[in-house]
């Protein structure tokens, strides 16, 4: 019979394949710009100074909202004639005309960048005083050195140079021409000096003009007293001291060069344990650890 043909249901799967939409593209391109405003975000936060930072932080902070009860008396009250308005000279206008208030966190900004700067200048004056310092002892122990290549240079002070003493004290570099026994730089009792002492003064005086230093001249005798003159061991040692100075002069040392003419006859003896020994007669000169004072009317 016809009604009796088996009924036939086909099922048909359909395979998807192929292209899957680009829904995650947009996605992933929004990902990257966040990201890379991000990372330039972070970039100019790292660039900027505090107060750059403050001045932004300003920028965005809600502007004052007057309380006054004119117009709808709201945030967006307006005007009303004889009377001024919340916004009455436009809100930018009146944020303008008022005073900023200083917060406490540029308050605690500008400490601190107070503190930071002082703290850097006293470095930086502390890092300077060193290496004058250090510049100062090298050329001391230059001008040292040459004052002995001299002595061995020139034969006339070839004898001299153990009555030669050189080194450095906490007011500068000292040198000291010193009496030995049988060798003195001056005629005995006076203020004349000998012939060798002149040209280990010159000498002296060479090395002290490749220098800036100030120097002090001091005169020593020993502590036997002087007969025959009446001002005694001090006005022998302070006549001994200026003769040197004159004899510097004639070297062309300037005069503002020289700080002070000393005479200190015994009173500080080379050899404290044995104060009438010939090594306590000298003078010494000293380079001051100081440049020297400007002359009058000079600029720089």
Same mark, same amino acid.
Request: aromatic share 4%; hydrophobic share 35%.
């Given at each position: 019979?016809?009604?009796?043909?088996?009924?036939?249901?086909?099922?048909?799967?359909?395979?998807?394949?192929?292209?899957?939409?680009?829904?995650?593209?947009?996605?992933?391109?929004?990902?990257?710009?966040?990201?890379?405003?991000?990372?330039?975000?972070?970039?100019?936060?790292?660039?900027?100074?505090?107060?750059?930072?403050?001045?932004?932080? /300003?920028?965005?902070?809600?502007?004052?909202?007057?309380? !006054? %009860?004119?117009?709808?008396?709201?945030?967006?009250?307006?005007?009303?004639?004889? %009377? /001024?308005?919340?916004?009455?000279?436009?809100?930018?206008?009146?944020?303008?005309?008022?005073? %900023?208030?200083?917060?406490?966190?540029?308050?605690?900004?500008? /400490?601190?960048?107070?503190?930071?700067?002082?703290?850097?200048?006293?470095?930086?004056?502390?890092?300077?005083?060193?290496?004058?310092?250090?510049?100062?002892?090298?050329?001391?122990?230059?001008?040292?050195?040459?004052?002995?290549?001299?002595?061995?240079?020139?034969?006339?002070?070839?004898?001299?140079?153990?009555?030669?003493?050189?080194?450095?004290?906490?007011?500068?570099?000292?040198?000291?021409?010193?009496?030995?026994?049988?060798?003195?730089?001056?005629?005995?009792?006076?203020?004349?000096?000998?012939?060798?002492?002149?040209?280990?003064?010159?000498?002296?005086?060479?090395? &002290?003009?490749?220098?800036?230093?100030?120097?002090?001249?001091?005169?020593?005798?020993?502590?036997?007293?002087?007969?025959?003159?009446?001002?005694?061991?001090?006005?022998? !040692?302070?006549?001994?001291?200026?003769?040197?100075?004159?004899?510097?002069?004639?070297?062309?040392?300037?005069?503002?060069?020289?700080?002070?003419?000393?005479?200190?006859?015994?009173?500080?003896?080379?050899?404290?344990? /044995?104060?009438?020994?010939?090594?306590?007669?000298? &003078?010494? &000169?000293?380079?001051?650890?100081?440049?020297?004072?400007?002359?009058?009317?000079?600029?720089?």
């Amino acid at each position: 019979m016809a009604n009796d043909r088996p009924i036939i249901i086909k099922k048909i799967k359909k395979i998807e394949g192929g292209h899957h939409g680009g829904a995650w593209k947009v996605a992933y391109a929004d990902f990257v710009t966040a990201m890379m405003a991000f990372f330039l975000l972070m970039w100019l936060i790292n660039m900027t100074s505090p107060e750059q930072k403050m001045g932004v932080a /300003d920028y965005f902070a809600p502007a004052s909202i007057s309380e !006054s %009860k004119s117009g709808s008396g709201g945030i967006l009250g307006g005007t009303q004639i004889g %009377k /001024d308005g919340a916004q009455s000279s436009g809100a930018s206008g009146r944020a303008s005309t008022m005073p %900023k208030p200083t917060t406490v966190t540029e308050q605690q900004n500008k /400490d601190s960048s107070g503190e930071a700067e002082k703290a850097e200048a006293e470095i930086s004056e502390s890092a300077l005083d060193e290496a004058l310092s250090r510049r100062e002892e090298m050329a001391f122990k230059s001008a040292a050195e040459s004052l002995r290549q001299a002595m061995q240079d020139l034969p006339e002070l070839a004898e001299l140079s153990k009555s030669l003493m050189i080194d450095q004290t906490p007011e500068g570099l000292r040198i000291q021409i010193v009496d030995q026994e049988g060798l003195s730089m001056f005629q005995p009792g006076s203020v004349q000096p000998r012939p060798r002492t002149v040209a280990l003064l010159r000498a002296v005086g060479q090395i &002290i003009l490749r220098l800036p230093n100030r120097i002090t001249i001091s005169g020593h005798t020993d502590s036997a007293p002087m007969q025959g003159n009446a001002g005694g061991n001090w006005g022998l !040692s302070f006549g001994r001291a200026d003769s040197a100075r004159k004899i510097l002069r004639e070297s062309e040392v300037p005069q503002t060069r020289i700080h002070s003419v000393i005479g200190k006859a015994g009173s500080e003896p080379l050899y404290p344990d /044995d104060p009438y020994t010939a090594g306590n007669r000298r &003078i010494s &000169i000293i380079l001051l650890r100081e440049s020297p004072p400007l002359p009058p009317g000079h600029r720089l």
